[in-house]
């Protein structure tokens, strides 16, 4: 692989399941589409975000009158933060997850399939690679990632004894 795809396959998105998503019994269905899109998992926790990590992650929205009513929401039970890494994982993750109006959805992305109204879309995705960097920066620490190679029959297949 040339070094310019090789980083292009080292690019990294935030994904955050929300609590509505927690609830319902969704995280696994949402991490399996990107299993299933052949991204790699390099970060993942559980956790009920406070209200000053929240109000950072979204001050781009501070301004509209929902914003206090979104802090209010995202803070109100666990969230599964993520980082997965892959080929343009940015631009595919947003298409995974549809539109953040899960009425303009389409069927087959996550929001097109598990949710109905704006304000509990199920997830987050990172808009660019930049925001990516900058919401992976604020939820994890960089030991918390892991830089694995999914190279499987060196670990997962070991020949007992």
Not at 90 to 119: A, F, N
Not at 130 to 146: C, D, G, H, R
Request: glycine fraction near 10%; aromatic fraction near 8%; charged fraction near 30%.
């Amino acid at each position: 692989m040339s070094s310019v795809k090789a980083d292009l396959a080292k690019e990294r998105t935030f994904i955050m399941i929300k609590p509505d998503a927690v609830h319902r019994g969704l995280v696994s269905k949402i991490i399996g589409r990107f299993e299933q899109k052949g991204f790699k998992l390099v970060g993942m926790k559980m956790m009920t975000a406070s209200r000053e990590l929240l109000e950072k992650h979204y001050e781009d929205l501070n301004k509209k009158p929902f914003f206090r009513g979104l802090v209010d929401y995202m803070s109100s039970g666990p969230v599964v933060p993520m980082v997965w890494e892959g080929l343009g994982v940015v631009k595919t993750g947003r298409v995974l997850l549809g539109e953040t109006d899960p009425g303009k959805s389409l069927p087959g992305t996550i929001r097109g399939d598990y949710c109905i109204h704006i304000g509990r879309n199920v997830c987050h995705g990172s808009d660019a690679v930049e925001s990516a960097q900058k919401e992976i920066s604020l939820w994890f620490k960089p030991e918390e990632l892991s830089d694995w190679e999914p190279n499987q029959d060196k670990w997962l297949y070991e020949k007992s004894d």
